[in-house]
């Protein structure tokens, strides 16, 4: 496909006119979240948005299969762009009507990538030498999925663990919230739960319940004698934890509430418990 008069694009980047071209199937339809949340782990691939994100993705060692951009971003991103040419990786160009009508959105943020899904680690990897685990139980919402993540890694957590039926973490508004935290703290999903608290326990972990129960203790009594190693379980949107949950954990804990509010959404919550419970940095201590 040739561009426009006077559009000069670099050695190895294509320009796109046309949404048929079977290279760009990744691309198709985005905004179908059913469609996605379910292809594209089956296909081992995930969508990077953002410069931002793209260049956290790739340094995190992650593989692009393809990127598609709109053509300003072949200067922002000249150095990626000349890195996936050079080794042989699809750079596609196209105007923002085109990209518009391939993904199913208006692609602002002017990038894409393709990327190759990772193999996720094992728990106990993972969680090895981690002092502070924060853990997703069934969240369904990806916004809440990527500021969770965000949280936990603007205050210091060592692993996020998610369990089986907990929104996809790479799914592109989780990272796209995120910021691209989600490729610089190590996480992996457990593949059976509540069994997971249980082997937490087995690997030296005081695992907390947050949850609204009349035993509960306050987060303010486990942040003033808090645990060496410790996991912190918050639950999907409304519900909160399952009951077999809370169960199996060694304390529940409740955050005060004012002014006859009852909880916080999951994530700020998950920010609030990280917070009290954050371990100092040697710089912090005293």
Request: some cysteine.
């Amino acid at each position: 496909m040739t561009p426009p008069s006077g559009h000069l694009l670099p050695a190895g980047v294509t320009w796109i006119d046309s949404t048929d071209d079977p290279r760009l199937s990744d691309y198709v339809g985005l905004t179908d979240v059913a469609l996605r949340r379910r292809s594209e782990p089956e296909r081992g691939l995930y969508m990077a948005e953002s410069e931002k994100v793209i260049r956290r993705a790739l340094a995190a060692g992650h593989r692009p299969r393809s990127f598609l951009m709109g053509e300003r971003w072949l200067t922002d991103l000249a150095d990626v762009v000349a890195t996936a040419t050079g080794d042989g990786i699809p750079v596609f160009v196209g105007e923002a009507e085109v990209l518009e009508r391939l993904t199913g959105f208006h692609l602002h943020r002017g990038a894409l990538a393709a990327m190759q899904r990772p193999s996720l680690p094992s728990v106990a990897a993972v969680v090895a030498g981690a002092r502070r685990v924060l853990v997703l139980e069934d969240i369904v919402d990806h916004t809440n999925v990527g500021a969770a993540v965000r949280a936990g890694a603007a205050l210091g957590v060592d692993a996020v663990l998610v369990t089986p039926r907990c929104a996809d973490p790479l799914y592109r508004r989780a990272i796209r919230v995120s910021m691209g935290t989600i490729f610089q703290v190590p996480w992996t999903r457990v593949d059976r739960w509540p069994e997971g608290v249980h082997l937490l326990r087995d690997l030296g972990f005081t695992v907390a319940a947050f949850a609204l129960h009349d035993d509960s203790i306050t987060l303010d009594a486990l942040a003033a004698h808090p645990p060496d190693r410790l996991a912190l379980v918050v639950g999907t949107e409304g519900d909160g934890l399952a009951r077999h949950t809370v169960a199996a954990c060694d304390v529940t804990v409740r955050i005060p509430m004012a002014a006859g509010v009852d909880s916080l959404n999951v994530a700020s919550a998950a920010a609030v418990a990280l917070w009290a419970v954050r371990v100092p940095s040697p710089a912090t201590a005293v």
